[in-house]
């Protein structure tokens, strides 16, 4: 049944690729992962094999190839995508000596797929069980690790209807879960000796970010002499219709906005509702910049680094399908406000639970904290203090996994 549904699923999208540029994208890449693997594996090289469905988990996995690459260069890594988003965005990332995308997870596509390569390890982060592809790796002795893994009982393992395809745990060599309650849940499947609670590696990503920073002589003019700067990363249009008003009428604070979307419309909206000076990054001098309130990244790649010039971050996405990375801000030592789309994300439960991040549900609500905020430094100064910490104490998972893993015994 399962193969079966991976069949229709790959069908659907064949069907519905003329008119979608997405799955268009995912069969173009889908064909031409054989032409990659058949030109770059060495059949003399060791690999490790790294899967991530998207940008997200890829960067859950990063600190552990990075690792791999920097301790181990032995090994060569195998780095697999299944959706667009995160393949075209990383496709040409340094840290990997093959990137391709992930076939469809068909028994044809598994056998072909490993008929190209055989890889030492593998690593599934977070999300990621494929069946077939699992199946394989436990036929073909390659030790399997699933990382970063969270699970609730929602998900399909835990439902009566879910029992049979359970059985793909089994496949898995070892456990690194986030958090106790993950745990629980596979011993209620019998899946207790390799299974340990390490939290997630994402944390160990956003503290090497932090470290390797980018200094940005444009944002460092443009917030010189200014009261607060809000950096609003990864902004909505319904995050910016409460963030632009507020800004409009405080003239002591500046604004960064780092839009989600940057395409040009979404850019003229932006700029209309805008009442203060503004500039786009790619158009800025240093004048310039220090001569405009409101800084907006029309461009990929800065934010991470952006945020460390902010007194406060504002995280989009909360009144949409969900909030973006909340970590990413929080480990600069600031606090952190974002939308209520926020209660499948254990780190922003977590430090609103521990007064480092504020809930906004609306204008009434924004305004009233910005004002606090704004007022008060002490304030800033104190819930920041509970982001890093919370960060600082989170982290270590990568090490935890590896040393774990190059510990553990090869499948016989």
Known sequence: MYSLAIFLYQLLVIMVSPFHRKARTLLRGQRDAYRILKQKVDRNARYVWFHAASLGEFEQGRPLMERMRRLHPEYKILLTFFSPSGYEVRKNYEGADIICYLPFDTPSNVYRFFRHIRPEMAFFIKYEFWSNYMWACHHYHIPLYSVSSIFRPNKVFFRWYGRTYAHVLRYVTYFFVQDEQSRELLASRGIKDNVSVVGDTRFD????????AKEL??????????????????????????IIPYFNSHPGMKLVLAPHVIDEAHLQQIEHKLRRPALRYTEATEEK?????????????????????????????????????????????????????NKGFREAQDLLRMGGCFEITGQTLFNAIMDRLLSDR????????????????????????????LGHPRQS
């Not at 982290?395 to 040393?403: C, E, M, P, R, W």
């Open 217 to 242: 002589p444009l944002v460092e003019k443009f917030c010189q002499g200014a009261k607060c700067v809000l950096v609003a990363g990864s902004s909505w249009a319904p995050d910016e219709d409460l």
């Open 289 to 341: 910049a220090a001569q405009a309130d409101c800084l907006i990244i029309n461009c990929f790649g800065l934010l991470s680094s952006i945020y460390r010039y902010g007194q406060v971050a504002y995280v989009g996405g909360g009144f949409g399908a969900g909030i973006h990375n909340v970590p990413e801000a929080a480990v600069y030592g600031i606090p952190v406000l974002f939308g209520p789309k």
């Open 205 to 212: 990503r956003v503290i090497d970010i932090a470290r390797q």
């Open 378 to 405: 002490q304030l800033r100064k104190t819930r920041g203090a509970v982001c890093k910490d919370y960060i600082t104490s989170n982290a270590g998972a990568s090490d935890v996994i590896f040393n774990t893993v």
